[in-house]
T-cell receptor, first 112, second 112 residues
């Protein structure tokens, strides 16, 4: 398995609170991604990073921000969590463009 | 939007070959076909990918038609642990992040 660790794995939070999910990799891969998965929607890309301090938006980026200050860590922040952000969040990595993308085990977030 | 079409569900008997079809009629010449699977709510697991030629690894075989408009993933001797949702994905993007766009996938059930 690719060396990807997501934390926390499970979290329950209240509406309006900030939440940060962390993705840590030990593979020294350049590219990192955040996806969310919801019933009926499959996996959708939120944000991705192609290097330290280099990030870009995916298809469902509203309400989310990311940061990558080190190669190994990619943080996803919900500035003010809403119930619509209740989801399973997956981090993924790839060595370079064109290489296989590997996924973490997911973080379950419930916003009440 | 996903560029692939898959049947929503399929059944296969344990020990038999499972053949999962995928249509990608608008695929571009430099786009790869990737297959992932997701067991329960685990992170998507990479299976195989290809461009033009047929590919085989320890998990599966990938058959791509000559016109590249469709492909078939073959699990040669399906086991109960192969029950999962299988995603056929055309990899989009240029020199950047090479994002994955997921469709709804095929729910494969292996029956004893």
């Amino acid at each position: 398995d690719a060396g990807i660790t997501q934390s926390p794995r499970h979290k329950v939070t209240e509406t309006g609170t900030p939440v940060t999910l962390r993705c840590h990799q030990t593979e020294n891969h350049r590219y990192m991604y955040w996806y969310r998965q919801d019933p009926g929607h499959g996996l959708r890309l939120i944000h991705y990073s192609y290097g330290v301090k280099d990030t870009d938006k995916g298809e469902v980026s509203d309400g989310y921000s990311v940061s990558r200050s080190k190669t190994e860590d990619f943080l996803l922040t919900l500035e003010s969590a809403t119930s619509s952000q209740t989801s399973v969040y997956f981090c993924a990595i790839s060595e370079s463009s064109g290489n296989t993308i590997y996924f973490g085990e997911g973080s379950w977030l419930t916003v009440v | 939007d996903a560029k692939t079409t898959q049947p929503p569900s399929m059944d296969c008997a344990e020990g038999r070959a499972a053949n999962l079809p995928c249509n990608h009629s608008t695929i571009s010449g430099n786009e790869y076909v990737y297959w992932y699977r997701q067991i329960h709510s685990q992170g998507p697991q990479y299976i195989i990918h290809g461009l033009k030629n047929n590919e085989t690894n320890e998990m599966a075989s990938l058959i791509i038609t000559e016109d590249r408009k469709s492909s078939t993933l073959i699990l040669p001797h399906a086991t109960l642990r192969d029950t999962a949702v299988y995603y056929c994905i055309v990899r989009v993007g240029g020199a950047g992040a090479q994002k994955l766009v997921f469709g709804q996938g095929t729910r494969l059930t292996i029956n004893p």
